[in-house]
């Protein structure tokens, strides 16, 4: 998945990405989001800091946001969700945040995993 940050664009559409995760049943799950280039697109770069957020019906149950600040770098969560039911995982790149994203204009891209 790929978020752009175009100047200080925090709160507008395409700075996060929510993915949905649906379980049958309660789950020890790994997620885990890594830096990566979108093959397809020529101009994006690897996600320096990836950031996870977990909600579960508007409540936040998970976060994943260790510092780092190099292309490629990672975050992962091991979490137990109790509940069968519909997550929302949420990504994006903090280095948009702090400003340490480079051309924030240029889409920044990682991959998502959910293990367990």
Wanted: net charge negative; with cysteine.
């Amino acid at each position: 998945v790929c978020g752009s940050g175009a100047d200080d664009s925090r709160n507008k559409l395409g700075y996060r990405r929510f993915l949905r995760l649906n379980l049958t049943a309660p789950a020890t799950l790994t997620i885990t989001a890594t830096g990566a280039v979108d093959g397809g697109n020529a101009s994006s770069v690897a996600a320096s800091d990836p950031d996870i957020f977990v909600h579960r019906r508007g409540v936040l149950v998970q976060v994943g946001e260790t510092t780092t600040s190099a292309p490629g770098s990672s975050e992962t969560i091991d979490h137990k969700l109790y509940d069968a039911g519909l997550y929302i995982i949420e990504v994006f790149d903090f280095a948009f945040t702090t400003g340490l994203s480079g051309n924030a204009n240029v889409p920044h891209c990682m991959t998502v995993s959910v293990t367990g």
